[in-house]
């Protein structure tokens, strides 16, 4: 079965820092781009960060940019999303996601909750 494990949210107050992790599993993880979807309360879900299959391009949304910075070690099938600075705004339920850069075929899994305070 084909599992894509977020983790690592949490609270903490403005300014401080979470690092979310995407465990996947049962599926071919290097051949993928991996990314991370947020969705807060009445709004719609955004794009923050991907990265490449072989972690070699990343890419930030401009809200989160040099505030959250993604990373992959694919010898444990693992996507990492360090967030520092974190603000009220940022406070959401963070989705990985995995996509193949050919066939376009998508795996998503589970949320973690991610709570700012001010």
């Known amino acids: 079965d084909v599992q894509l494990q977020a983790s690592g949210g949490g609270s903490v107050q403005s300014g401080g820092s979470l690092r979310l992790s995407c465990a996947a599993s049962?599926?071919?993880?290097?051949?993928?781009?991996i990314g991370w979807f947020r969705q807060a309360p009445g709004k719609e879900r955004e794009g923050v960060s991907c990265i490449s299959n072989r972690g070699d391009n990343t890419f930030h949304e401009p809200e989160v940019r040099h505030r959250f910075t993604i990373s992959r070690d694919n010898n444990k099938n693992t996507v990492y999303l360090q967030m520092n600075s974190l603000k009220p705004e940022d406070t959401a339920v963070y989705s990985c996601?995995?996509?193949?850069?050919?066939?376009?075929?998508?795996?998503w899994g589970q949320g973690t909750q991610v709570t700012v305070s001010s």
């Open positions: 049962g599926f071919a993880f290097g051949d993928y781009a």
């Open positions: 996601y995995a996509k193949h850069p050919i066939t376009r075929r998508e795996y």
